[in-house]
DNA sequence: AATATTTCCGTGTACGGGCACGGAATATTC
DNA sequence: GAATATTCCGTGCCCGTACACGGAAATATT
């Protein structure tokens, strides 16, 4: 229980130097013999020594740099929650030298994520929090960092390379599994004819659908349990915000009567209003994502259940797991994390 | 940004005193005259300082001592997370000169709850973790803190006293709610009619029944929405597993067929066996907390929800908190936490 | 062999605050 | 008014690490 600490004096004695010789080693900082450097290594080991964070911090006096590379913020919106997050990591640990800088982009232009990366490489980091949107500019950016062994973590989606240092996001099949299950939970077969999925007109050649596998998951879910429900696509495109309404009125003015309304984005906000309007007891709409205006949809019942998902968690945590790994040169055991998926109905949305 | 460190030099030099005053000052260890512990006040006010955290940390020799108590551990049930939770805070401020100690008591004695608050008290602790179970020995034990002036944490359960510091716990009657709402959701109220509700068969003249809030809930929400719907009680003791099963037996058997079980404590686990061996598909079955063996029961689909909390947060937090208390003196905004309610299915048991 | 270079390593001080010690100033006692 | 007690407060060392500095030893150069 009251071990003696170890202290750096300890360490230089066993191996016959002196502190500064310890300290060269621990630092990497070279001037040292191999055999003393050797000697002082064995001696680190027996000992079992590791330096006392607060003396370091109170000696050094660099700070680090932990930079995040992430789109433009749009208040209320997706990337905001993980801006906040990673605000609050940084908060979490100015107290220990390390200062931290973001980086924004503008998620439809590949250009701007490459100046972001060249100003990011500029702060000099010492650890970097990625969200990637673009598969070509992160490969560079990664291999970047990769020459200067500066650790990275994917937040949100990670690119499949073996070099990351970590990655925090959603199990997006899952996701879209639990979804499906959850919109014909204690239905029968025949009670699920057809579905209505909402989805988000974008120029495919720019940038590739984020919700692929989620909506992977969905149909899986939909085809093993349900195999005669048709899934209906409506696009909306929420540049033009005033053509939302007439489009949805249209889809489903038209169609059959959809008792089951999904979007695989965090955007069902962006429908509520319009399944306010044409309200539906047996209407079962699910969503994603604790956007503050879904929750507020939730709140007004236009939106039976978010599948939620800490998402400040993300980014706080990936500022933390690098803190720790600049400071004291930890590793996580697992090095991707998959976040809870929560469901959220009006009833629990309290503390959330 | 970079703004010069204040340090207690200059507030002695500003307030004309030396360094050792400034220090009585700032820990209130008496011996300085009023006016020049004015003037430090003042200098510090007016400097804004505030001490360097990790030259504190390093110049202390002092271990602070967080103490818990709790009820003895039974491997796999509720307290054992709680425990958990303590723990693992207590490994996160191990490096902040805090060592955290925990007493444990037999919660059907008294008289043992007593003894292990003395063994608390003996130990001399700067923060205390309590799981209240006995009303007046917490009385008895709270006012001994307050006495010492040691601040003091409610998990699970709080008194309803002014003088906590803080306290962490689910909401229980929203709970019951909740509980209510998943049970029948989507049902018509002619659909149903019988509910069973399992309990535990406890001595009333030992123990006040802790769900008794979460009952209070979910009849609330019956009454509100299925006023015909009848709600009936079996009693079961867990402390003679062997008559479980045909208390059961004799229950399902007599009555109406059972669509809708719950049970309110944490032991959903102990009926999972009975429901597994007369399975129905129609069934909804709900319970409480993420036991191991209430996941087991999840996965294997005799329980169709749980519904869960982070239990081990609960006292991780307040040990944070404490560890804040104690070190920085920082007091929580509010001091009331709920945690979150979680639904959990099999569909998103997974990462949680 | 004398000098210059390089490699290696010990010393000393800074970091900011806790606290023991003892001295000075003031108050109390006889 | 001297002796004693009390109150108050400054000095100095300690905590464990970082790093600048400069000296010694080893190696290279002439």
Redesign the interface.
């Known amino acids: 229980?009251e071990e003696k600490k170890i202290t750096i004096f300890d360490v230089a004695a066993k191996a016959g130097v002196s502190k500064g010789t310890v300290d060269r080693v621990l630092h990497n900082r070279g001037e040292v013999s191999r055999r003393s450097a050797e000697k002082v290594r064995k001696a680190i080991e027996e000992l079992n020594y590791e330096p006392?964070?607060?003396?370091s911090?109170?000696a050094t006096r660099k700070n680090h740099v932990i930079a995040c590379i992430l789109p433009d913020i749009v208040a209320g919106e997706y990337w905001e929650k993980i801006r906040d997050g990673f605000v609050a990591g940084g908060e979490a640990v100015s107290?220990l030298n390390i200062v931290t800088r973001i980086f924004h982009y503008d998620q439809y232009d590949a250009d701007s994520f490459a100046k972001a990366c060249a100003e990011l490489l500029a702060s000099n980091p010492s650890g970097v929090v990625i969200a990637p949107l673009f598969k070509s500019g992160t490969m560079n950016l990664v291999a970047e960092l990769r020459a200067r062994d500066i650790p990275y973590v994917y937040v949100d989606t990670k690119l499949e390379e073996g070099d990351y240092f970590a990655y925090y996001g959603m199990?997006m099949y899952?996701s879209g599994?639990?979804c499906a299950?959850?919109l014909t939970?204690?239905c029968r077969e025949e009670q699920v004819k057809d579905i209505a999925v909402v989805r988000i007109h974008r120029d495919k050649s720019r940038q590739s659908d984020p919700t692929i596998n989620r909506r992977a998951g969905f149909n899986d879910f939909i085809d093993e349990n349900f195999p005669e429900c048709n899934v209906n696509n409506v696009f909306i495109d929420p540049a033009h915000p005033e053509t939302i309404e007439p489009t949805l009125e249209a889809f489903f003015a038209k169609g059959p009567q959809y008792k089951y309304v999904v979007m695989f984005n965090s955007r069902i906000h962006l429908i509520a209003d319009f399944l306010a309007k044409h309200p539906d007891q047996e209407r079962r709409v699910i969503g994603f994502d604790n956007l503050d205006a879904n929750v507020e949809a939730l709140r007004q019942g236009s939106v039976g259940v978010l599948i939620a998902q800490h998402t400040e968690d993300q980014s706080r945590q990936a500022v933390s797991v690098l803190a720790d790994c600049i400071l004291m040169h930890k590793v996580p055991a697992n090095r991707d994390f998959?976040?809870?998926?929560?469901?959220l109905?009006r009833?629990?949305v309290?503390?959330?």
Do not use: C, G, S, V
């Not at 006392?52 to 003396?55: G, K, Q, S, T």
């Open positions: 229980m006392n964070f607060y003396a911090l109170l107290n199990p899952k599994y639990l299950a959850l939970e204690r998959y976040m809870h998926m929560d469901i109905t009833l629990n309290e503390n959330y």
